[in-house]
Structure formats: C-alpha cells, structure tokens
C-alpha cells in the first residue's frame, strides 16, 4: 500500500472519473524520473519526445497546462512558465547570455576613448557666450587634469600650450592646435585667440587657452610704449578690464595648474591684476553652505590653483644664477599675500637646468620657469666662426648660450606641469563630463557675479 504511486500523483476526484487502466502497474516507474529536473530540461531542447510521454501517463483533464510549455521553445520569457524553479533559473540563465553573445561589438565600441582632437574649439566665444561642442570629447573617469594659460598680447600663450599639449618645435607653427599669432595679426596689432579654446589630449589633460588680459593700467602702458592695441580693444576700459577678470577668476575656480606668461620682466600691472583676480574669484562650492562667502577667505574650504610664472623668450642673461635669484625674491614679494599655489610646485634647480647650483641655492623658490627664443636654436646651430689668432679646434664647438637647448626646457617643462597634484575642485570628485557641467556653472555665476559689478562699478 505505500509503494502505491497513484495515491501521490494523482488526487481521489480525478481517479473517480477515469479509473486507471490495467496497465496503470506500469505507471509505478514513471514517478521517479518525473521527479528528477532532468525531464524538464529536456523539453525545451528536445522538443515534445519526453514531456508528451509523461504527459500522456498523467491524468486528461490537466492534460492542456503541460503541452504548453514545450510549445515556445525558442521564445523564452513569453512561454508558460512551469511551477519547478528549476526551469525559471535556466530561463533568466539564458537571457542574460544571448545579449552579450549577440552584441559584443557594442560592447566594445563603449571601452573606446572618444575620437583624438586635432585642433582646439571654442569653450567660450568672442562674445562670452558658453559652447557645448567640448562635451563630445569627455569621458566619465576622473583621473583629468585642467591647465590653463594667461597672458599679456603676444607673450607666446598659444605656442605654448601646443607645445604643452600636442605639438613639437620643428612642427609648422601653422599646424598648431592653439593658432598662434600670424605676421598679418601683429602688424594689425590683433590678438589671435579671442575668448577661450579648448583642447583634451589623449592622456586626458585639458588645456585652455585664452585672450589676452588686459587692464587699465595694462593699456596704459601698452599705449605709453607705442605697442599697438587690437581694434576690438578700442572699447570702455571697464569693458575689457571686465572680460579678462572674468576669464581670470574662471580659471583660478575651474583649473588644477594656472600658468602666467610674460615675455620681460616684469609689470607690477600683472601682478595687481593677478591680485584682483583672486579677490573676486568666486567661492568654491561646498556641501555646507554656512561657510560659503563671495570673497572667499575661508581657506580650509575654498580652493586655489597652482600658480606657475613662465618667463618666455629669456634672454641668456636671465639664466644667470644672479639673476634667477633676484627674479624668484621680487616674485615671492608681490604675492606675499595671495593664497594662490606660486611656489612648492614647481622647481628649474630639481630638473638639472642649472646642475651647478645646490638644491638650497634660492632661499625662496617660486614656481618660475625659463624658456629662451624658439629662433634661438636656428642661431647656435651656425658655430663663430675661429678668429686669425684662435685656434681651429674652437671652430668645432657650437656657439655658447648659457642654457640647455629650447627643446630640452619645454620637455622639462612640460613634466613638471603634468606631474603636479591634482586638488579636489569641489567637495566631490568630478568626472570629465562633471566638470564640464561645474565649469558651465561657474563661468554662468561669474558673468553674474556681484563682486564683479560692484567693483566695475567703482571703477567707473
């Protein structure tokens, strides 16, 4: 009586309607392999073989739920689905796994880096309206590092950042990707780059390349020199002073390094400019808005730049140890009170440009750095030709310059600028794309910024 297998598989009211037939003995061996998950695996690869045979041992009445399930072999998830979770687990098996076999280029082409720029594009045009064009060339990863670049007209800013980014100095300065300067825009007295471009490379470091600043003093001196002004610069002073402290304040809140090109040194008209800058920089934000201030002088919360001087077409005699020194002294002394990051960063003495000077030969070094006349290299490399009394030998060695070769200090150059840290911009840690939207933010808040219009208007 309890190796009956009818009592189990079958309830009383079936088995009044239908008694089993003589051969129900045979039904006893069934039950075992219905019990086992193999005869429903079987189904839906083998098709109606098994089931139909279990099925047609099985009672009639409940006959039409169980042909079901064999019917859509090939349509998964819209087939009926049984009561053993067996066959639910190999269902959501094999859907996870047909994607992924049937797409696996998609999946490749999503680990792609974005397509190399070749030039840079505008990230704020000439009439300081923000472009969106840059967020096609931004990934979500983090690990970015945001350069920009400041500078009186004609100081090398754009040259620079392409040797900076992606170009060489043998290259055609044509091919650039930040134009720099042509014959005809310095006889016109115009500026090349006008507003703010921009350009990632491929080991993702972004770089910003601006107009030129200028000030009111900075005009008045430029006039009082005979230096040419650009057309679009025959503006209120106000209006031009207005446009470059907000390019400034823009990248004193949105960069890691901020560098500073001069071509002679020095102007205290930069350096006040500089300082003006920084005062109506707008605040970092944070999470806490209690310590948020329009100045900024919180200084556990609020953030500032690296802060590099870049001394370009250097003379030989600025390489003097002399010199240098007296350079790095008057730099450290007008920035006594910023907060900004102008030295620690950034060392000539540590990257072997003056091998004989000790570590310790600057009492206060600055982040400064020398690069002579790009032309300069086409001059040594025709050595003096020997005098009557010298000796031929001499006539061998190329011309003294007092400094490493021009492709040698951008190299250096451009190591260290790459290897500085990388601060934290806002109180989270912002992705490629993140910072494009926060660098949107603020350049919109400083456009807006009441520091801004308060002091444009004092000096009006």
């Known amino acids: ?19 089993p037939p003589p051969t129900a003995p045979a039904a006893p061996p069934a039950p075992a392999p219905l019990e086992k998950p193999i005869v429903l695996m079987k189904p ?29 072999p090939k349509g998964e998830k819209e ?16 859907g996870t796994a047909a994607p992924a076999a049937m797409d696996p280029v998609v999946g490749q082409a999503k680990l792609l880096p974005p397509e190399r720029m070749k030039h840079s594009i505008k990230l704020v045009d000439d009439q300081m309206n923000w472009c969106d064009s840059a967020i096609e060339y931004l990934l979500d990863q983090t690990d970015v590092l945001v350069v920009g670049v400041l500078g009186l007209q004609g100081t090398g800013k754009s040259m620079v950042m392409s040797l900076l980014s992606a170009n060489t100095p043998e290259e055609d300065q044509r091919a650039y990707v930040f134009r720099a300067q042509s014959a005809e825009m310095k006889e016109r007295g115009g500026n090349q780059t006008s507003g703010i471009d921009f350009f990632i490379t491929q080991e993702r470091i972004v770089f910003l390349d601006t107009q030129p600043i200028l000030s009111p003093s900075i005009l008045d001196h430029l006039i009082n020199n005979d230096r040419k002004l650009p057309p679009e610069y025959n503006l209120p002073h106000t209006y031009v002073e207005m446009q470059s402290l ?14 500073v ?8 008209s930069l350096y006040r400019f500089l300082q003006t800058a920084e005062m109506v920089k707008p605040s970092t934000p944070s999470p806490s808005h209690e310590s948020s201030s329009s100045s ?12 590099v001087f870049l001394q370009n077409k250097a003379r030989r005699e600025d390489f003097c140890p002399r010199k240098l020194r007296q350079m790095h002294l008057m730099i450290d002394q007008l920035m006594a009170h910023s907060h900004l990051r102008y030295k620690g960063t950034l060392s000539m003495l540590q990257c072997n440009v003056f091998p004989g000077l000790p570590a310790d030969f600057l009492d206060s070094e600055v982040n400064l750095f020398l690069v002579p006349f790009m032309d300069s290299e086409a001059e040594s490399e025709n050595p003096p030709r ?24 951008v190299s250096k150059l451009r190591s260290q600028v790459m290897s500085m840290a990388r601060p934290q911009l806002s109180h989270t840690i912002l992705t490629e794309k993140n910072w494009f939207h926060y660098a949107a933010r603020i350049w919109d808040g400083v456009k807006k910024s009441s520091a801004l219009a308060e002091y444009s208007r004092l000096l009006a």
């Open 1 to 19: 009586m309890q190796k009956t297998p009818i009592i189990l598989s079958k309830p009383p009211a079936e088995r009044s309607k239908q008694p």
């Open 44 to 72: 839906r690869e083998e098709g109606k073989g098994p089931a139909s045979a279990t099925n047609a041992s099985t009672p009639e009445g409940t006959a039409p739920a169980p042909p079901a399930a064999p019917a859509p």
């Open 79 to 94: 087939g009926q689905r049984p009561t053993q979770p067996v066959y639910q687990i190999q269902n959501r098996g094999m």
């Open 246 to 259: 907000q390019i400034a304040a823009f990248l004193f809140t949105v960069c890691h390094v901020v560098i």
């Open 261 to 268: 090109v001069q071509d002679w040194f020095t102007d205290l």
């Open 296 to 307: 900024g002088s919180d200084e556990g919360t609020e953030y500032y730049p690296h802060l």
């Open 386 to 409: 020997a005098g009557p009394g010298s000796s031929p030998l001499f006539s061998l060695l190329p011309g003294y310059r007092g400094h490493p070769s021009f492709q040698s200090l």
